[in-house]
Every structure is written in structure tokens, then in C-alpha cells.
């Protein structure tokens, strides 16, 4: 983009002789790509439009409040948290150069904090759904592991790198127990359910006779050796297939889906932090929603004064 088309684009807006010397300088000072410097002047374009809306024409005359009112107004017409980032570090970035051409005395866009980005709640399947992953059939040494790892993941809510690292001294069928070391090498003891010992048993009965049975990891690749995290992440995938799953189902999936159940179940956070390994109980609360969502649509369909369809008519 040429200086000439900067300066004739904001030539009908406010702003238009201050923002073609900010163009001019990230073109030939800054060197910015084009495409970046297409994106400062796509922000502060729309910062521009709704200026001349509200009759503001002269650097002078800006506030921080309008600031914020241009940003209210893009987050109505739907921008989200990481765009508003962006707009506003372009409204910095060009205030701050006018402050340094003297053309301003102060920053308005300075203190100004954008909104935070909605936090995606993770992806989970239901209780069926995840009966259906884990119902793995066959007889074959990689199927009984399979179904040995799926249940053990599901019956622990072990991350994917905790369940990579196991060694055969981490399990204790006899107590039902399994010890994972997790994030800062911490290591907790989880319970085993009895669905999920028995798929180790069988397991364990197969790897005897593998090729690398004196390798101490529990779960073993068809070569002998400690099955990776990426050789997990690729059975997952194989697996969502011959599973018949509607979408495909990673390993954290399988994670944030024991979180979601035992909440569900049981209401306890802090025995779920505990499971999950979390250092911090704000990050189990998200789960705290999606119980929430699973009970909201439970009490929409259950209770007699939450009907969507009006009983007068």
C-alpha cells in the first residue's frame, strides 16, 4: 500500500493528515510489512468511523471516555476479546506517536484495559459417549492395551503425559491404586475403579509376552518400547474411527470429561482438584460451569414453571 492511497483513504475522516505521518512512519521507519500496517490502519479506520459519527474532528477534542465508548460499540457489533486487544494497542501505538510529534499532550488510550476473551470451557462427552469409546473390542496385544489405557485415563482423569510416564511399579492392583507424577514433578496417588483394574490385568497378562516386557514402562508400543505421547495421541485418533465417534476425542477430552462426571456426581470440588492434580482451585472451577450447563438444561426439561411453552395458551 502506497503512501499516496494511505493519505487518500483518510482523507474524508477524522484524522486523516495525522494518521497518513503514522503511516508513513511504520512504512518507512518501522518497516512494517504491508499486511501488518493494513492491520493498524483497518483498527484505527474504525475508530476513525465512529469519530465522525459523534463530530469529533481534532485530536484535541478526544477523551478517554470515547475510548471507551468506541470500544463498547465494536463489542456490541460482535469483536471479541483478543480483537479489542489489538484495536486497542493500534490506538496506543498512534497516540503515542502524536505524543512524540507533539501533536497531543497526553495518551487517552493509556490505563485503558480491553475485555477479557470469554474462556473456552473444554469439549467433554457424556456418559454414554464415553462408554462407547471405551468399549474397545478385540483380543489382540494393542486392542486388550487400548482398552487398558482408555480405562485407566478415564478411571484416573490422568493427563496425557502422566499416563505416557507410568512405570509398571506405578500401579497397585491389589490397593486399587495408581501413582502419577504430574506438572513440577508432583506425584499423587489416584484410585482405580474396577473396570479399569481388570482392563490392566488383562494387560499386564499380554505384555508379559511382548517383545520388551523388561522395559519399565506400563504401556508398551508394538516395537517394545514406552508407548509416547504422540503415539498416544495417535491411537486416540484411530480409535475416535473405529469407535464410531461423532467427532474426533483427544486425551484431554477424556480428562476434562472424568472432571465434568465427578463433579456432576458428587459436587465436591476440592476432591476434584485433588484427583486432577490442579495446584489451584480456580482452574477446577471451570468444570463448575459445565455442571452448571448439564443442570440448567436438566432443570429446563424437568421442572413444571421452567416449560418453554406457555401453559395459558
Not at 88 to 99: G, I, K, Q, T, Y
Not at 240 to 260: C, E, K
Request: hydrophobic share 35%.
Amino acid at each position: 500500500m502506497s503512501d499516496t492511497s494511505n493519505e487518500s483513504a483518510h482523507d474524508t475522516l477524522p484524522f486523516g493528515e495525522e494518521l497518513a505521518l503514522f503511516s508513513r512512519y511504520l512504512s518507512s521507519e518501522r518497516q512494517l510489512s504491508p499486511r501488518t500496517l493494513d492491520g493498524y490502519l483497518r483498527d484505527l479506520g474504525k475508530f476513525q468511523r465512529y469519530c465522525l459519527a459523534q463530530n469529533i474532528d481534532t485530536l484535541e477534542n478526544l477523551l478517554p471516555h470515547h475510548i471507551r465508548l468506541c470500544m463498547s460499540s465494536l463489542h456490541r457489533q460482535g469483536l471479541g476479546g483478543k480483537s479489542l486487544q489489538r484495536w486497542l494497542s493500534s490506538l496506543r501505538a498512534w497516540f503515542e506517536f502524536c505524543l512524540a510529534q507533539s501533536l497531543i499532550k497526553s495518551n487517552p488510550a493509556k490505563g485503558i484495559q480491553a475485555p477479557k476473551s470469554a474462556k473456552k470451557l473444554p469439549k467433554t462427552l457424556d456418559v454414554d459417549e464415553v462408554g462407547q469409546f471405551l468399549d474397545v473390542k478385540g483380543e489382540t496385544p494393542l486392542s486388550v492395551r487400548d482398552a487398558a489405557m482408555l480405562e485407566l485415563m478415564y478411571s484416573a482423569g490422568l493427563r496425557l503425559a502422566e499416563l505416557s510416564g507410568l512405570d509398571l511399579q506405578d500401579i497397585d492392583l491389589k490397593e486399587g491404586l495408581v501413582t502419577a507424577t504430574g506438572k513440577g514433578n508432583k506425584t499423587r496417588t489416584l484410585p482405580l475403579g474396577a473396570m479399569a483394574i481388570k482392563a490392566i490385568q488383562r494387560w499386564l497378562s499380554e505384555r508379559a509376552e511382548l517383545k520388551g516386557s523388561q522395559e519399565n514402562a506400563l504401556f508398551l508400543s508394538a516395537r517394545g518400547t514406552r508407548l509416547s505421547r504422540r503415539s498416544i495421541q495417535e491411537r486416540f485418533r484411530q480409535l475416535s474411527l473405529s469407535q464410531g465417534m461423532n467427532s474426533s476425542v483427544n486425551p484431554h477430552m477424556l480428562r476434562h470429561s472424568f472432571a465434568s462426571h465427578m463433579l456432576e456426581s458428587s459436587g465436591d470440588l476440592r476432591a476434584v482438584q485433588e484427583l486432577l492434580g490442579h495446584s489451584n482451585i480456580s482452574t477446577t472451577q471451570i468444570y463448575t460451569h459445565l455442571d452448571f450447563q448439564h443442570l440448567a438444561k436438566v432443570y429446563d426439561s424437568a421442572h413444571p414453571r421452567a416449560l418453554k411453552k406457555d401453559p395459558t395458551k
